[in-house]
């Protein structure tokens, strides 16, 4: 079945380092990808999406290209802040048998930024 | 901004009890799921809920899940006779239209400890 590999974490970054969370797909057919976020005693938020290769999806200084290639969905930040730690998610949605184009998560990367 | 609330924030309960995790999503959107985290592994997809039914269940959701949508406005997952194992953070997620490009909107999540 579907699959998603996220780099394991935790990752700890100085303010203003250069920020790549490392994330690959197993599916079938053309998924959508997505990177959630979910910052501290709160829910999961959609950060950024791209629904087919090469489209780049882009929020808050975060970017991810959609690589077939490669299967790949890297979150990137060129300059991170302290107010970007967070638990950051890669998933995918692709059709299902049964229609209802669930997501499929990483296991999840924890982020810690220091002043 | 519309968003999807989740009440209780935090449930404990006794193995063999019956709990009832509520979500209300927002108001236009068609298509209901929950998923679950257990600590420290990853988000996992349990149920999806279109047309006021199940449009699929994993192999997690067994005899032991219910869920409804009662008058419109809530969601609900029932679990009958929980076991430690249930122990997780319980999210509710809704979404507007059919397409694996849609996204998903989370509700902030119940963690449920099962003693």
């Known amino acids: 079945g579907d699959s998603v590999t996220q780099m394991e974490g935790p990752v700890t970054l100085s303010e203003e380092a250069f920020l790549t969370i490392n994330c690959t797909y197993t599916?079938?057919?053309?998924?959508?990808l997505f990177w959630y976020v979910q910052y501290p005693g709160e829910g999961l938020q959609l950060l950024l999406k791209a629904t087919k290769a090469d489209d780049k999806g882009s929020n808050k200084g975060f970017e991810a290209t959609y690589r077939k290639e490669t299967t790949s969905f890297h979150l990137e930040k060129g300059s991170v802040q302290v107010s970007d730690s967070a638990v950051y998610f890669c998933?995918?949605?692709?059709?299902?048998?049964?229609?209802?184009?669930?997501?499929?998560f990483g296991k999840g990367t924890k982020l810690t930024v220091n002043p | 901004e519309p968003e999807v609330t989740q009440t209780p924030s935090h449930q404990v309960t006794q193995m063999g009890q019956e709990v009832i995790l509520r979500c209300v999503p927002i108001s236009n959107h068609l298509y209901f799921y929950w998923y679950r985290q257990i600590l420290g592994q990853k988000v996992e997809f349990l149920v999806s809920?279109?047309?006021?039914?199940?449009?699929?269940k994993s192999e997690i959701f067994d005899d032991q899940f219910s869920v409804e949508r009662p008058d419109g406005s809530n969601f609900t997952l029932k679990i009958r006779s929980t076991k430690l194992e249930d122990s997780a953070m319980y999210f509710c997620a809704s979404r507007a239209s059919s397409g694996g490009a849609q996204t998903q909107y989370f509700g902030p999540g119940t963690r449920l400890l099962v003693l």
């Open positions: 998933a995918l949605s692709g059709f299902t048998q049964g229609g209802s184009e669930k997501l499929v």
């Open positions: 809920f279109y047309n006021n039914e199940i449009s699929e």
């Open positions: 599916a079938t057919g053309y998924p959508s």
